[in-house]
């Protein structure tokens, strides 16, 4: 199998677990400590994890999917024929399910190592990072639809249609897709060293492996995770259910005043 060992050329980046270069075992870089029963605990235990959430994710997003599908065939209008909610809840499942996928590969690798090759490697990390930015956007766009559903829903001079919905999928998809090749790029099968002191076993793992010249990358990736990832979604969100409460309260206060009368 094709794989790179750590060493001080390349900085391994991986949101989860990240192993040292510099000393080649699975403790942080410039953390004194020893991390072994960190590492013993992560092969103990995700194995499960991964294969608990690979279930649930798999038949809860096929059960949307159906759902979703059947609502689709008793509609007429065409390919906008579903409501905004629904389009995003469509896309939101598909990158679930793309996600899916990936878990048992992952469980097999902390359960053993990872022994599905490079090209496994590149995809499933390709179609992690995808779900990673895709699906908190499409969670995004969901309360943006419920904000002028609510907030607007006769005040706004931009009308609700389902093709706008389809369209900003398609940007997202876009988007997203780009930021995967990342993954398709500096993916690699990494040989690491993992166990206590004077115990050391090679294990190969599938992560993120930047070169050390290329440090715009080891900089520009966590936050464009922190910014597009988590934190312009999180605004957004906060933002639209802020006003939706607050536009709630407003209208229960208006319907309490009226029966007063």
Same mark, same amino acid.
């Given at each position: 199998?094709?794989?790179?060992? @750590?060493?001080?050329?390349?900085? +391994?980046?991986?949101? /989860?677990?990240?192993?040292? *270069?510099?000393? =080649?075992?699975?403790?942080?870089?410039?953390?004194?400590?020893?991390?072994?029963? %960190?590492? $013993?605990?992560?092969?103990?235990?995700? *194995?499960?994890?991964?294969?608990?959430?690979?279930?649930?994710?798999?038949?809860? /997003? %096929? &059960?949307?999917?159906?759902?979703?599908?059947?609502?689709?065939?008793?509609?007429?209008?065409?390919?906008?024929?579903?409501?905004?909610?629904?389009?995003?809840?469509?896309?939101? @499942?598909? #990158? $679930?399910?793309?996600? @899916?996928?990936?878990?048992?590969?992952?469980?097999?690798?902390?359960?053993?190592?990872?022994?599905?090759?490079?090209?496994?490697?590149? +995809?499933?990390?390709?179609?992690? #990072?995808? /779900?990673?930015?895709?699906?908190? &956007?499409?969670?995004?766009?969901?309360?943006?639809?419920?904000?002028?559903?609510?907030?607007?829903?006769? #005040?706004?001079?931009?009308? !609700?249609?389902?093709?706008?919905?389809?369209? @900003?999928?398609? &940007?997202?998809?876009?988007?997203?897709? =780009?930021?995967? =090749?990342?993954? %398709?790029?500096? !993916?690699?099968?990494?040989?690491?060293?993992?166990?206590?002191?004077?115990?050391?076993?090679?294990?190969?793992?599938?992560?993120?492996?930047? *070169?050390?010249?290329?440090?715009?990358?080891?900089?520009?990736? *966590?936050?464009?995770?922190?910014?597009? =990832?988590?934190?312009?979604?999180?605004?957004?969100? &906060?933002?639209?259910? %802020? !006003? +939706?409460?607050? #536009?709630?309260?407003?209208?229960?206060?208006?319907?309490?005043?009226?029966?007063?009368?």
């Amino acid at each position: 199998m094709d794989h790179v060992k @750590a060493t001080t050329n390349y900085y +391994i980046y991986d949101d /989860n677990y990240s192993f040292s *270069p510099e000393t =080649g075992s699975s403790q942080s870089s410039g953390v004194p400590c020893n991390l072994d029963g %960190i590492m $013993d605990f992560t092969r103990s235990y995700s *194995p499960v994890v991964y294969s608990l959430v690979f279930v649930l994710a798999l038949v809860g /997003n %096929i &059960l949307v999917l159906c759902v979703l599908m059947r609502y689709r065939t008793s509609q007429t209008g065409g390919t906008c024929s579903f409501s905004l909610t629904d389009t995003f809840l469509l896309h939101l @499942a598909v #990158s $679930d399910l793309l996600l @899916a996928l990936t878990l048992p590969l992952f469980a097999v690798q902390w359960a053993h190592q990872w022994v599905f090759g490079m090209a496994a490697c590149k +995809i499933s990390g390709a179609l992690f #990072s995808l /779900n990673r930015y895709s699906g908190i &956007l499409f969670l995004a766009c969901i309360s943006f639809d419920r904000y002028l559903a609510i907030v607007h829903a006769i #005040s706004t001079g931009w009308k !609700r249609n389902t093709c706008h919905a389809q369209i @900003a999928c398609t &940007l997202i998809w876009t988007v997203c897709l =780009g930021l995967s =090749g990342v993954d %398709i790029t500096f !993916r690699q099968v990494v040989k690491v060293e993992v166990g206590r002191s004077g115990d050391h076993q090679g294990l190969l793992v599938c992560q993120t492996v930047f *070169p050390h010249s290329s440090v715009q990358w080891q900089v520009g990736m *966590p936050l464009v995770n922190l910014v597009l =990832g988590f934190g312009l979604p999180l605004l957004v969100m &906060l933002y639209c259910y %802020i !006003r +939706i409460f607050r #536009s709630l309260c407003n209208a229960s206060r208006r319907q309490k005043r009226k029966s007063r009368l």
